[in-house]
T-cell receptor, first 114, second 113 residues
Framework: DTAVSQTPKYLVTQMGNDKSIKCEQN?????MYWYKQDSKKFLKIMFS???????INETVPNRFSPKSPDKAHLNLHINSLELGDSAVYFC?????????????FGNGTRLTVT | DQQVKQNSPSLSVQEGRISILNCDYT??????FLWYKKYPAEGPTFLIS?????DKNEDGRFTVFLNKSAKHLSLHIVPSQPGDSAVYFC????????????FGTGTRLQVTL
C-alpha cells in the first residue's frame, strides 16, 4: 500500500509528443506537489496544489499543465515534449503547508525524450 | 542561483563511526531546514528537521545542527550503519511559503563494513 504512487515509472517518448504522468496519494493529505530532478541532480519545485487549488507555480513552460481532479490526485500533462524535459519527476504530498508537514514523495517517473 | 549547497558529492565512512554531512545556504530568509534521505529508484524520505529558533535537533542516531550566523547546517549520524548508505538532501524553506522547499544537490553516503 504505497502512500504516494506515480505511474508510469519509466516513460520514453519522442520529441513533439504529449504525455501524462499520474500521481495518487492515500495519506489523506491536502497538499500535493510536482518536483523535477534534472541531470545535475537539482530537485526543483514545479507546482503545488492545496485542496485542488494551485498555490505554487514556478517558472515552468506553459507546455506543462498540472491537473488535480480531487485532493488525492495530481496529474502532470506535458505537451510538445522537448529534449530538455528529460528528467525524473517526483510527485509529493503533505498534510498541510506548514513547517510541521514534511513532504512524502513518490518513487519518481524517469522521462526520457529522444 | 543555487541557494542551498552541498559541496561534498560523496562521503565514505566506516560502520560504527560518525557521519557528518554538511549544507550551506545563502538566503537569509530561510527559517526551516530539513534533511531527506534517498535510496536508488525511490523518492526522498523525510529524516529530520530544524527550525531557525533552535540550533540543534536530535532524533535517535540523527542530529542536525544549525549555525545561523554561518548559514550552515550539518547532519550527524552516529553510529553509522550500512543501511544508512544513501543520498542525503538538505532542504530549506521560508515559513509561509506553502512548503516550497529548496533542495541541495545531495551527498552520497557510503557506510563500509
Amino acid at each position: 500500500d504505497t502512500a504516494v504512487s506515480q505511474t508510469p515509472k519509466y516513460l520514453v517518448t519522442q520529441m513533439g509528443n504529449d504525455k501524462s504522468i499520474k500521481c495518487e496519494q492515500n495519506l489523506g493529505h491536502d497538499t500535493m506537489y510536482w518536483y523535477k530532478q534534472d541531470s545535475k541532480k537539482f530537485l526543483k519545485i514545479m507546482f503545488s496544489y492545496n485542496n485542488k487549488e494551485l498555490i505554487i507555480n514556478e517558472t515552468v513552460p506553459n507546455r506543462f499543465s498540472p491537473k488535480s481532479p480531487d485532493k488525492a490526485h495530481l496529474n502532470l500533462h506535458i505537451n510538445s515534449l522537448e529534449l530538455g524535459d528529460s528528467a525524473v519527476y517526483f510527485c509529493a504530498s503533505s498534510r498541510g503547508t506548514g513547517n510541521n508537514s514534511p513532504l512524502h514523495f513518490g518513487n519518481g517517473t524517469r522521462l526520457t525524450v529522444t | 542561483d543555487q541557494q542551498v549547497k552541498q559541496n561534498s558529492p560523496s562521503l565514505s565512512v566506516q560502520e560504527g563511526r560518525i557521519s557528518i554531512l554538511n549544507c550551506d545556504y545563502t538566503n537569509s530568509m530561510f527559517d526551516y531546514f530539513l534533511w531527506y534521505k534517498k535510496y536508488p529508484a525511490e523518492g526522498p524520505t523525510f529524516l529530520i528537521s530544524i527550525s531557525s529558533i533552535k540550533d540543534k535537533n536530535e532524533d535517535g542516531r540523527f542530529t542536525v545542527f544549525l549555525n545561523k550566523s554561518a548559514k550552515h547546517l550539518s547532519l550527524h549520524i552516529v553510529p553509522s550503519q550500512p543501511g544508512d548508505s544513501a543520498v542525503y538532501f538538505c532542504a530549506a524553506s521560508i515559513t509561509g511559503t506553502a512548503s516550497k522547499l529548496t533542495f541541495g544537490t545531495g551527498t552520497r553516503l557510503q557506510v563500509t563494513l
